[in-house]
Nanobody, 116 residues
């Protein structure tokens, strides 16, 4: 079955950096686009970044453009989210996501807290 397991979250000071990882299994990873979403307390889940199956094209939310970078390693079945210049408003649970045959798959999420 499809499994997405996030890691790398934690507490970081404003201006700091974190790298999130999502290990995927149960499907042919190299054939599918992948995305990162986040959900802050009291807010709806929002798309942060997405990457095509080959990694040749990426898209970002306006709020993270220029600070976050999504990438993938198809040999390791892993997608990454490098987050730099973190702000308190980036505090959220970050989820790995993909869509296979119109079904959405989600990881359990990893918490990122940006605070001094």
């Amino acid at each position: 079955q499809v499994q997405l397991v996030e890691s790398g979250g934690g507490l970081v000071q404003p201006g700091g950096s974190l790298r999130l990882s999502c290990a995927a299994s149960g499907f042919t990873f190299r054939n599918y686009a992948m995305s990162w979403y986040r959900q802050a307390p009291g807010k709806e889940r929002e798309l942060v970044a997405s990457i095509t199956s080959t990694g040749g094209s990426t898209n970002y939310a306006d709020s993270v453009q220029g600070r976050f970078t999504i990438s993938r390693d198809n040999a390791k079945n892993t997608v990454y989210l490098q987050m730099n210049s973190l702000k308190p408003e980036d505090t959220a649970v970050y989820y790995c996501h993909n869509n296979i045959r119109y079904f959405n798959y989600w990881g359990k999420g990893t918490l990122v807290t940006v605070s001094s």
